[in-house]
T-cell receptor
């Protein structure tokens, strides 16, 4: 937690709808990450961004999109192409000099109805 | 491809006992190995981390043991307490990368 906020805490979506999860930070860290957490599968990287206007796909990017228009914001859109979107989504940040420690936000639990 | 294998999936320990969680990796380029602790409904938080130039690191009741030749590392929680009940994740990162690879997690329950 700390300087990372995620909203909303809970989100419900009907099938076929796109939804956007918010991640904001005030720690001036360069790198931001989105993870998906499912029971028994740990944390899987969806997308990450090291600088504004640049981002890279992680291991499970299909069905998701991101933008990084501002250093402090890294929203994640779960599109209708994501076949099984119900999960706990975590945003994380990391910064200089080593990017070793990732600080996680409180998470958003998305449920598809 | 799972690059960090974590075991056991769940662990039940009596109060005062020792909890041991193990991780194994394949990528020899990994040079940073953190452990994260996650309470239900919360984001993970960094607990302790180690680099391969040392074989052990201790912080309070938490110790990481590292075996470079076997490509294994483990978390030991001494004098386990009910408040330690949480999910623990190991992770690894190669020196050139800025993202972590996580293990699948271990749900620890410490009985009072």
């Amino acid at each position: 937690d700390g300087g990372i906020t995620q909203s909303p805490k809970y989100l419900f979506r009907k099938e076929g709808q796109n939804v956007t999860l918010s991640c904001e930070q005030n720690l001036n860290h360069d790198a931001m990450y989105w993870y998906r957490q499912d029971p028994g599968q740990g944390l899987r990287l969806i997308y990450y961004s090291q600088i504004v206007n640049d981002f890279q796909k992680g291991d499970i990017a299909e069905g998701y999109s991101v933008s990084r228009e501002k250093k402090e914001s890294f929203p994640l859109t779960v599109t209708s192409a994501q076949k099984n979107p119900t999960a706990f989504y975590l945003c994380a940040i990391a910064g200089v000099p080593s990017y070793n420690e990732q600080f996680f936000g409180p998470g958003t639990r998305l449920t598809v109805l | 491809q799972q690059q960090v294998k974590q075991s056991p999936q769940s662990l039940i320990v009596q109060k005062g006992g020792i909890s041991i969680i193990n991780c194994a990796y394949e990528n020899t380029a990994f040079d940073y190995f953190p452990w994260y602790q996650q309470f239900p409904g919360k984001g993970p938080a960094l607990l302790i981390a180690i680099r391969p130039d040392v074989s052990e690191k201790k912080e309070g009741r938490f110790t990481i043991s590292f075996n470079k030749s076997a490509k294994q590392f483990s978390l030991h929680i001494m004098d386990s307490q009910p408040g330690d009940s949480a999910t623990y994740f190991c992770a690894a990162r190669p020196g050139s990368a800025r993202q972590l690879t996580f293990g699948s997690g271990t749900q620890l329950t410490v009985l009072p």
